[in-house]
């Protein structure tokens, strides 16, 4: 008996690789969802981890760290936030980029 196949149909999911429960501290959205900012999950709507281990949505911490207010400190244990130094492309604690507006 020789089978055929005629059509394939393929189903495909991703997260990110973080513990389910966590949410983004600043939004308290789901991190396998986005920010406020973004309308798609995925590289325009990146994870940012801190060496105190609190993960943010980047647009989330990028705002955050923008603020006067908040003296460069995590929002969620208000040590200095640092970038976890996870690749080459995830800016460290001086090189926060800020667009013009």
Same mark, same amino acid.
């Given at each position: 008996?020789?089978?055929?196949?005629?059509?394939?149909?393929?189903?495909?999911?991703?997260?990110?690789?973080?513990?389910?429960?966590?949410?983004?501290? #600043?939004? =308290?959205?789901?991190?396998? &969802?986005? +920010? $406020?900012? /973004?309308?798609? *999950?995925?590289?325009?709507?990146?994870?940012?981890?801190?060496?105190?281990?609190?993960?943010?949505?980047?647009?989330?911490?990028?705002?955050? #760290?923008? =603020?006067?207010?908040?003296? &460069?400190? +995590? $929002?969620? /244990?208000?040590? *200095?936030?640092?970038?976890?130094?996870?690749?080459?492309?995830?800016?460290?604690?001086?090189?926060?980029?800020?667009?013009?507006?």
């Amino acid at each position: 008996m020789k089978v055929t196949i005629k059509e394939w149909n393929s189903v495909a999911t991703w997260q990110w690789d973080i513990p389910e429960d966590d949410v983004c501290g #600043i939004c =308290q959205a789901q991190f396998d &969802g986005t +920010c $406020p900012t /973004c309308k798609y *999950p995925g590289d325009d709507c990146s994870l940012l981890s801190g060496k105190c281990g609190h993960s943010f949505h980047m647009h989330c911490i990028m705002e955050w #760290i923008k =603020q006067e207010s908040s003296k &460069g400190q +995590c $929002p969620m /244990c208000r040590q *200095p936030f640092e970038w976890r130094d996870q690749a080459d492309e995830t800016p460290g604690p001086n090189e926060i980029p800020v667009q013009a507006d």
